[in-house]
């Protein structure tokens, strides 16, 4: 195949890849560089220490359940309670009962790590008589650095209480237990994610370049970006107000490392093209940037202005992710366009020993895989979209299976916890909900009436109301008291106690009742959850289009691929759904899941169709819309299979957490990028193109082209 005349370089770009990659000026770019992260490192490592994992960083800041977490720190330290539950079959024996006694006494004294011993209650038995379970509620205060000390608090707590034996079975649950549990599935995340990402990574690169030198320089780049963009979250969390918590970080550290590396081969590849057809790589690499810059530069930018989108959202955690997520695709942008290609002029040629190419040698896509599939499809290319459509509509049926009404504690974890053993064993002897009351804000003139109210809703323990925890506290004018549950806390029972609870309290005249608590939190966080995938998703197919609009300068292509993205948007959703009930025995999603994975798979996917596609126009302003979009799948075939199993290997890197949210979106994620890679850009994608040819351009001078005519070069532009 005989290569087109070629293109000489914009003056503007000639000196913008002078900048970066010239032949004294690269030696800036890496100096510079190496400033910056030698300098910002030591911050990078206090990102940990930022994180703020308390209720109100994840809840959305209008909700009722917020506004009483806020005003109950009025009338009280701001804690949740661990309860040690004790039980044994047969009933608890004398022995049982004078160890579960000594326990209280010993917790008593108990101040590290913000337990407030002096407050702790129990034994509460489940009766009076023979009891066969025993409660103690130990009070742990809530702070910004609660996050880091709860695991060690509720370890001290069981260092007095003792462990299961002799058939007397010990655990603690309610929200002391289950945010420890937390806490500690998340401890490491930041080291965990790294280091799984830096294996995938490092794989797929050996795998793609078969050079064990040339992947130490997207890796450097890559770590590079990464500590930079965490060093500039933390002095934004720490002066600007920026909220980060666990979730934030920890896809943060996949998303550099995905997005960072799927730059650097698509740049890699086109350096590599250069190469052959120049003897001075400081020419390659500026003819690289400039004819795959701009694909970068788009596929970026959709990504950050994606993420960015996220800050419409209600749930603070998830609007807080786009800011966070946005910076860290932003900086790996920055290091993958400077920094990369930088490094690459300056080691030479010998970088991708031992496979170098050299001035002259063959293009092997030009005769490889990809051209001889391109070229089977281009038999019949309108039965190939048709089919291939069809199927990912099929499998987009699996929607029906999925579940995303929120995970119960339980649920949550992909191993059994402590905190939700003791959560069963607790339901069997007392109200489902104890250990995780409902709060009640009143006016205090109404605050009788507004008690009666709760006592007589249907899923509310009476009980509870007339002993602590339901005795009332004042405090300038303001009543709070709380109520107990008699189903699980978490569960979809006590979702529809709270809004019974709410409907009951708000209708007492003048008593301007609010309805808090773990509950009240978790029916708010899922109604906020609902209204983001309503708004957010709409907003981000905006944005993209209007990226590709501007990129391609045409509007049916743009449509085209959006649809495209959708359709495997909603296959992968189908898939996945399929495989959490029937493989993995997942009992549902989380109200955020369809969200983050839209985001993800929309945003990250439409990449692979950014890099084709434009590769394709430039292709078309050569030969013509059919044979361009044959070349470009065979030039851009290989390097983006690589790019979409590095990206879905990065995502999947999530399952190592025994957290069920990131493993669902992890494993979602990378089946639609699988799918993306192999199916819809490859197969869908070229197929539209090549049955539709120059109309897909409508409406720039390149649709009224004839698909097969050679454009003089430049007159369309």
Same mark, same amino acid.
């Given at each position: 195949?005989?290569?087109?005349?070629?293109?000489?370089?914009?003056?503007?770009?000639?000196?913008?890849?002078?900048?970066?990659?010239?032949?004294?000026?690269?030696?800036?770019?890496?100096?510079?560089?190496?400033?910056?992260?030698?300098?910002?490192?030591?911050?990078?490592?206090?990102?940990?220490?930022?994180?703020?994992n308390d209720s109100q960083s994840w809840l959305p800041g209008s909700a009722e359940s917020t506004k009483v977490l806020d005003a109950s720190k009025d009338f009280r330290a701001e804690n949740i309670p661990a309860v040690v539950i004790y039980a044994r079959e047969g009933g608890l024996t004398a022995a049982d009962r004078e160890r579960i006694t000594e326990a209280a006494a010993e917790v008593k004294p108990l101040r590290d790590h913000g337990i407030r011993g002096w407050e702790s209650r129990g034994p509460v038995y489940d009766r009076p008589r023979d009891p066969q379970a025993a409660q103690l509620y130990i009070p742990i205060t809530m702070n910004e650095e609660s996050w880091e000390r709860i695991s060690p608090a509720v370890d001290s707590?069981?260092?007095?209480?003792?462990?299961?034996?002799?058939?007397?079975?010990?655990?603690?649950?309610?929200?002391?237990?289950?945010?420890?549990?937390?806490?500690?599935?998340?401890?490491?995340?930041?080291? +965990? *994610? %790294? @280091?799984?990402?830096?294996?995938? &990574?490092?794989?797929? =690169? /050996?795998?793609?370049?078969?050079?064990? +030198? *040339? %992947? @130490?320089?997207?890796?450097?780049? &890559?770590l590079g970006a =990464? /500590?930079?963009?965490?060093?500039?979250i933390y002095l934004l969390a720490e002066h600007a107000g920026l909220t980060v918590n666990?979730?934030?970080a920890g896809i943060l550290t996949v998303l550099v490392f995905g997005a960072g590396t799927d730059y650097a081969l698509l740049l890699v590849a086109r350096y590599r093209e250069e190469l052959r057809r120049h003897h001075d790589r400081h020419e390659a690499m500026a003819l690289a940037l400039h004819r795959a810059g701009p694909a970068v530069l788009a596929s970026g930018s959709t990504v950050v202005i994606s993420m960015l989108v996220l800050l419409f959202a209600e749930m603070n955690s998830t609007s807080g992710l786009g800011p966070v997520c946005a910076i860290g695709v932003a900086v790996a942008l920055l290091a993958l366009l400077t920094l990369f290609p930088a490094l690459l002029v300056i080691f030479g040629r010998w970088i991708f020993w031992p496979v170098i190419p050299h001035e002259g040698s063959a293009e092997p896509t030009e005769r490889g895989l990809w051209a001889r599939i391109g070229q089977r499809i281009d038999r019949r290319p309108?039965?190939?979209?048709?089919?291939?459509?069809?199927?990912?509509?099929?499998?987009?049926?699996?929607?029906?299976?999925?579940?995303?009404?929120?995970?119960?504690?339980?649920?949550?974890?992909?191993?059994?916890?402590?905190s939700t053993t003791g959560q069963k064993i607790s339901a069997r002897y007392f109200p489902a909900g104890s250990g995780d009351?409902?709060?009640?804000?009143?006016?205090?003139?109404?605050?009788?009436?507004?008690?009666?109210?709760?006592?007589?809703?249907?899923?509310?323990?009476?009980?509870?109301?007339?002993?602590?925890?339901?005795?009332?506290?004042?405090?300038?004018?303001?009543?709070?008291?709380?109520?107990?549950?008699?189903?699980?806390?978490?569960?979809?029972?006590?979702?529809?106690?709270?809004?019974?609870?709410?409907?009951?309290?708000?209708a007492v005249p003048g008593a301007q009742a609010q309805v808090g608590g773990g509950t009240a939190a978790l029916l708010d966080a899922d109604k906020a959850s609902t209204r983001d995938n309503?708004?957010?998703?709409?907003?981000?197919?905006v944005v993209v289009m209007l990226v590709l609009t501007v990129l391609l300068r045409a509007l049916v292509a743009p449509l085209v691929l959006i649809a495209t993205v959708v359709l495997s948007y909603a296959a992968a959703l189908g898939i996945s759904a399929l495989a959490f009930r029937h493989l993995f025995d997942y009992a549902g999603e989380d109200t955020s899941y369809p969200l983050f994975v839209f985001v993800f798979l929309v945003a990250l996917g439409i990449d692979y169709n950014i890099f084709l596609a434009t590769r394709i126009r430039e292709e078309t302003r050569r030969r013509g819309t059919r044979p361009g979009t044959l070349t470009a799948l065979a030039a851009t075939g290989a390097v983006i299979t690589s790019a979409g199993l590095v990206l879905a290997g990065t995502f999947a890197a999530l399952g190592t957490l025994p957290v069920t949210g990131f493993a669902e979106i992890g494993f979602a994620v990378a089946v639609g990028v699988l799918l993306d890679t192999f199916v819809v850009r490859s197969v869908l994608v070229t197929s539209l193109f090549l049955d539709l040819g120059s109309r897909v351009w409508w409406p720039h001078p390149l649709s009224r082209a004839h698909p097969e005519e050679r454009p003089r070069q430049g007159a369309l532009d």
């Amino acid at each position: 195949m005989a290569h087109a005349p070629e293109q000489q370089v914009p003056a503007a770009r000639s000196r913008w890849a002078r900048l970066v990659c010239g032949r004294r000026t690269k030696w800036l770019t890496v100096l510079l560089w190496l400033v910056v992260i030698v300098a910002l490192a030591p911050l990078a490592q206090k990102l940990t220490d930022a994180q703020d994992n308390d209720s109100q960083s994840w809840l959305p800041g209008s909700a009722e359940s917020t506004k009483v977490l806020d005003a109950s720190k009025d009338f009280r330290a701001e804690n949740i309670p661990a309860v040690v539950i004790y039980a044994r079959e047969g009933g608890l024996t004398a022995a049982d009962r004078e160890r579960i006694t000594e326990a209280a006494a010993e917790v008593k004294p108990l101040r590290d790590h913000g337990i407030r011993g002096w407050e702790s209650r129990g034994p509460v038995y489940d009766r009076p008589r023979d009891p066969q379970a025993a409660q103690l509620y130990i009070p742990i205060t809530m702070n910004e650095e609660s996050w880091e000390r709860i695991s060690p608090a509720v370890d001290s707590i069981r260092d007095v209480t003792g462990r299961s034996d002799d058939g007397l079975s010990v655990h603690i649950t309610g929200p002391g237990g289950t945010s420890a549990d937390f806490s500690k599935a998340f401890a490491g995340i930041d080291s +965990t *994610l %790294l @280091l799984a990402a830096l294996g995938v &990574v490092i794989v797929a =690169l /050996l795998v793609t370049y078969r050079s064990p +030198t *040339l %992947l @130490l320089v997207p890796v450097i780049s &890559v770590l590079g970006a =990464l /500590l930079t963009a965490q060093a500039i979250i933390y002095l934004l969390a720490e002066h600007a107000g920026l909220t980060v918590n666990g979730q934030s970080a920890g896809i943060l550290t996949v998303l550099v490392f995905g997005a960072g590396t799927d730059y650097a081969l698509l740049l890699v590849a086109r350096y590599r093209e250069e190469l052959r057809r120049h003897h001075d790589r400081h020419e390659a690499m500026a003819l690289a940037l400039h004819r795959a810059g701009p694909a970068v530069l788009a596929s970026g930018s959709t990504v950050v202005i994606s993420m960015l989108v996220l800050l419409f959202a209600e749930m603070n955690s998830t609007s807080g992710l786009g800011p966070v997520c946005a910076i860290g695709v932003a900086v790996a942008l920055l290091a993958l366009l400077t920094l990369f290609p930088a490094l690459l002029v300056i080691f030479g040629r010998w970088i991708f020993w031992p496979v170098i190419p050299h001035e002259g040698s063959a293009e092997p896509t030009e005769r490889g895989l990809w051209a001889r599939i391109g070229q089977r499809i281009d038999r019949r290319p309108r039965t190939v979209w048709m089919v291939t459509a069809l199927v990912l509509a099929a499998l987009s049926f699996g929607i029906m299976q999925l579940r995303a009404a929120g995970l119960s504690n339980e649920d949550a974890f992909t191993e059994t916890q402590d905190s939700t053993t003791g959560q069963k064993i607790s339901a069997r002897y007392f109200p489902a909900g104890s250990g995780d009351p409902l709060v009640v804000l009143a006016d205090a003139d109404r605050s009788a009436e507004v008690k009666r109210a709760v006592a007589r809703t249907e899923g509310v323990d009476p009980a509870s109301l007339g002993t602590p925890p339901g005795t009332a506290r004042v405090e300038d004018g303001r009543v709070l008291f709380e109520a107990t549950m008699t189903d699980p806390s978490d569960s979809a029972a006590a979702k529809q106690t709270v809004e019974r609870v709410r409907d009951a309290a708000h209708a007492v005249p003048g008593a301007q009742a609010q309805v808090g608590g773990g509950t009240a939190a978790l029916l708010d966080a899922d109604k906020a959850s609902t209204r983001d995938n309503k708004v957010v998703i709409p907003l981000v197919l905006v944005v993209v289009m209007l990226v590709l609009t501007v990129l391609l300068r045409a509007l049916v292509a743009p449509l085209v691929l959006i649809a495209t993205v959708v359709l495997s948007y909603a296959a992968a959703l189908g898939i996945s759904a399929l495989a959490f009930r029937h493989l993995f025995d997942y009992a549902g999603e989380d109200t955020s899941y369809p969200l983050f994975v839209f985001v993800f798979l929309v945003a990250l996917g439409i990449d692979y169709n950014i890099f084709l596609a434009t590769r394709i126009r430039e292709e078309t302003r050569r030969r013509g819309t059919r044979p361009g979009t044959l070349t470009a799948l065979a030039a851009t075939g290989a390097v983006i299979t690589s790019a979409g199993l590095v990206l879905a290997g990065t995502f999947a890197a999530l399952g190592t957490l025994p957290v069920t949210g990131f493993a669902e979106i992890g494993f979602a994620v990378a089946v639609g990028v699988l799918l993306d890679t192999f199916v819809v850009r490859s197969v869908l994608v070229t197929s539209l193109f090549l049955d539709l040819g120059s109309r897909v351009w409508w409406p720039h001078p390149l649709s009224r082209a004839h698909p097969e005519e050679r454009p003089r070069q430049g007159a369309l532009d």
